[in-house]
Nanobody
Framework: HVQLVESGGGSVQAGGSLRLSCVAS????????MAWFRQPPGKEREGVAA??????????YYDDSVKGRFTISQDNSKNTLTLQMNSLKPEDTAMYYC???????????????WGQGTQVTVS
């Protein structure tokens, strides 16, 4: 049984930072393509960042809107995916979702497992 549990969301002023975490069970973050998505109010879900480090590989992808501000990483010992978000903007306001087991090298939403989401609000 795969479970992804996000945390770390909240309300922050523009220019601030938040760190999101996703604790995974039933799936290895080290061996699977992992990603963060977000869904702004009234809009479609969109890819934010994705990474795959399995089998000696190392691929990280960011949406252009977050490059230089967000950093995706993983802690294999804790089976956790994180998203460090700096220089936050009001347009970053969204529900943020962790996803596992998807198309490596892509921010397509074709992932098999999803968390429940954590809300980020930037004012």
């Amino acid at each position: 049984h795969v479970q992804l549990v996000e945390s770390g969301g909240g309300s922050v002023q523009a220019g601030g930072s938040l760190r999101l975490s996703c604790v995974a069970s039933g799936v290895s973050v080290a061996a699977n393509c992992m990603a963060w998505f977000r869904q702004p109010p009234g809009k479609e879900r969109e890819g934010v960042a994705a990474m795959y480090t399995g089998f000696g590989g190392g691929n990280i992808y960011y949406d252009d809107s977050v490059k230089g501000r967000f950093t995706i990483s993983q802690d294999n010992s804790k089976n956790t995916l994180t998203l460090q978000m700096n220089s936050l903007k009001p347009e970053d306001t969204a529900m943020y979702y962790c996803a596992a087991d998807g198309p490596c090298g892509s921010l397509s939403a074709d992932y098999n497992y999803w968390g429940q989401g954590t809300q980020v609000t930037v004012s």
